[in-house]
């Protein structure tokens, strides 16, 4: 399935993609969905694609004007992918990239002093990390008072149940299903 970026500068770039059961792509109707529910908040957004897989999320926020996407992936693979992404959209100059474990890209971006408006988290399916990353971004103050986090799950029960028993303060205000796949709307309780 060939994924392009959808809207803005560089819309209608085909994206190169990783092969194999590792990585899943984003669905454009689904990407299409998130976009239009945050889009007064990409503009000159700082952002945070923590999954990032083929970069393709972080790309289209670039695309739509978004000032600056974090790119994290463990897999090389996906780094070099990434990296192809980056020079055909001509993005480059508008990220940052972290080959790294995603615990350990928290802790690094602790340190840079770096906050976002938007994190959008991704990980494997099978892998039950956005609770782990959620409580990592929380201790480490990565998200802007407005901030908002997204996940994408196709266990949004489980991860709701999760958010609960972590007694963390993030609160959500909104909660989408497009088959398989679920997004989760989360922003800082209070703001």
């Given at each position: ?46 952002v945070l694609d923590l999954f990032a897989g083929s970069g393709a999320i972080g790309l289209e ?91 994408e799950t196709d266990e949004p029960k489980r991860d709701l149940e999760e958010l609960d028993k ?26």
């Open positions: 399935m060939a994924m392009r970026i959808i809207s803005g500068s560089a819309r209608g770039t085909k994206l190169f993609t990783l092969d194999g059961t590792n990585t899943r792509p984003t669905l454009d109707r689904v990407k299409e969905s998130v976009f239009n529910i945050i889009q007064n908040k990409i503009e000159d957004a700082i926020f670039l695309s739509r004007g978004a000032q600056k996407a974090y790119l994290c992936d463990y897999s090389k693979e996906a780094i070099q992918m990434i990296n192809k992404n980056l020079e055909k959209t001509r993005l480059i100059e508008k990220t940052k990239i972290y080959n790294t474990d995603y615990m350990e890209t928290l802790k690094r971006i602790e340190k840079e002093n770096v906050k976002f408006d938007i994190i959008f988290l991704d990980p494997p399916y099978k892998l039950d990390l956005s609770i782990k990353a959620l409580e990592q971004i929380s201790k480490s103050k990565l998200l802007n008072e407005e901030g908002i986090i997204i996940i972590s007694k963390l303060d993030y609160n959500m205000y909104d909660l989408r299903k497009y088959g398989r796949a679920s997004l989760i709307f989360l922003t800082e309780r209070g703001t």
